[in-house]
């Protein structure tokens, strides 16, 4: 964006870095806008601006996690389409994806790092260090739970030196336990799955007021909902609820971490036997947010 004269005609604006700048008639650029040029409608609009790419920027992120935790199929075309949009190419770049038969299966062996797209498909890196192109005309961006190859994909990532946008990589995941497990912690216990419907690893998070409990809960950008923070899932096309209660008193009241449990889309308790691996593990991913913000006195106890 270039230089937009303002109604003093010794200083002109811009937006550098996402944020508003002045520079004066000499071309020197300054350190802060000038008092002056506080309210000048020059530097209103590109506050306005700012304000508006910084909300799209929000947006497109919002968007493509929604895509990953909610394991959408995108069509190729809408990639494409939004490829030319700096907030968009930002967020998608170097994103693990997956192409999507017509069937709805993905092919997990075709997986690779977007790096384009245009009308002739979608541009990739795979686990070759090949540069090949998608042609199927749906994609998917899989939760890192879901792939095999995640171990082989964070190596070869960093021989890339890819800079994800979106948490998507690195993103830290739990897995149920097998039933032939043992030696397990918690109330999922080896084998037990099916009899369980709650896990109390992340309860008794103490806070002092529920009002602090609900802002974090909100700003890690879960719903809150009757009391509970609540993240939701698709695994297979099935929506899944994960919720953990953090109560519904009085704000200024003290208030502590629930269970984690899981709902279908009609609201009813799952056991933990019928919950699928994404749900699985956003749900330790909230519970566990939600349990590291609680107060710790001074000799590390709750």
């Excluded at 909300?55 to 075309?77: D, G, I, K, N």
């Excluded at 953990?244 to 502590?256: K, M, N, Q, R, T």
């Excluded at 519970?287 to 609680?294: C, E, I, P, T, V």
């Amino acid at each position: 964006m270039g230089w937009i004269a303002t109604l003093d005609s010794s200083y002109e604006a811009a937006v550098e870095d996402g944020k508003v700048v002045c520079r004066n008639a000499a071309g020197k650029r300054l350190r802060s806008i000038p008092k002056q040029l506080k309210e000048d409608p020059a530097v209103l609009s590109l506050r306005q601006v700012v304000d508006w790419l910084d909300r799209h920027a929000a947006e497109c992120r919002e968007t493509a996690e929604r895509w990953m935790v909610r394991s959408l199929p995108v069509p190729s075309v809408l990639i494409a389409e939004v490829w030319a949009d700096e907030a968009w190419q930002r967020v998608l770049r170097d994103l693990v994806v997956v192409p999507v038969g017509a069937d709805g299966t993905w092919d997990r062996d075709e997986a690779g790092f977007l790096r384009g797209a245009d009308g002739r498909g979608v541009g990739v890196v795979n686990l070759d260090g090949d540069t090949v192109r998608l042609t199927a005309t749906r994609i998917a961006i899989p939760h890192p739970v879901l792939l095999a190859d995640l171990d082989d994909l964070r190596e070869f990532g960093l021989e890339l030196e890819v800079q994800q946008s979106l948490d998507q990589l690195y993103r830290e995941t739990w897995t149920a336990p097998a039933a032939a497990e043992s030696g397990l912690t918690g109330s999922a216990q080896a084998g037990d799955l099916r009899n369980q419907t709650e896990i109390t690893e992340y309860s008794g998070g103490h806070y002092d007021m529920l009002r602090n409990l609900t802002q974090r809960a909100t700003k890690l950008g879960y719903r809150v909902r009757g009391g509970y923070s609540v993240c939701r899932v698709l695994e297979q096309g099935q929506a899944i609820e994960a919720r953990v209660w953090l109560g519904s008193d009085d704000p200024y009241y003290s208030a502590e971490t629930g269970n984690l449990e899981f709902a279908d889309a009609a609201g009813k308790s799952l056991t933990l036997d019928r919950v699928g691996p994404v749900a699985w593990s956003e749900g330790h991913r909230m519970a566990a947010a939600l349990y590291a913000g609680r107060v710790v006195n001074t000799e590390g106890e709750q």
